[in-house]
């Protein structure tokens, strides 16, 4: 297989998915909830932006508080119906996009890597890939797939919609269509709750106490 030129980490838009219902977390706007006295989607821009070119916030409500972190905000359009899940997170973030590379990342993961796109674009250029995701070992000792965390090219809208249409709302099922590197952040040295995402409070307290 040919390996592709480098790609440069300018040429990614870093899109912070924050669109969703939080159900599990009392229906709360998850990306405005605090971690360490910080909003969680205001933690995931400081960390993501020395990462990416460019960066947004995809939300879908109170959209001025997420205004005032000072970049650009997207709801999700009404073609798939309300909160239809990360993919339309991921159809706004392409569509909206203006680099040739988008990665997402959810809101509701503090801790993950300050070389996260760093590998992942080296990745996904040396395997030729149309799509990297991340991959961690989890508590249980097995190393999962990250899906919400994926670097991919802007052509890649065209697939979505298609894919969203005939009804897919699965990331992993989606991406399986298309060449895709898994890129593990298990090496020594790698944070081990870098993957660590809050769905509840208890779980967001409980990494409030594992930041280094
Ligand atoms: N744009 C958009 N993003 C979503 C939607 N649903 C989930 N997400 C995002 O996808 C990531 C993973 O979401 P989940 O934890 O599965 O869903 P959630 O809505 O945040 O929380 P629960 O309702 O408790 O499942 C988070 O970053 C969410 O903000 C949606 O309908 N639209």
Known sequence: METREPLHTEAITGVILAGGRGSRMGGVDKGLQNFNGVPLALHTLMRLSPQVGQIMINANRNLSAYESFGVPVWPDSASLGEYAGPLAGFITGLERCETPYLLTVPCDTPLFPADLVARMADAMARENADFAVAAARE??????????????????LESLARFTQAGGRKIDAWTAQHNTVIVPFDR?????????????LAELHQLE???P
Do not use: S
Request: hydrophobic share 40%; glycine share 12%; aromatic share 8%.
């Open 209 to 211: 106490a594992r930041q």
């Open 139 to 156: 508590e249980d000792g097995q190393l999962r797939a990250q899906p919400v965390f994926c670097l991919m090219g802007v052509n890649m």
């Open 188 to 200: 020594p040295g790698d944070e081990v709750h870098g993957f660590f995402n809050a769905n509840t």
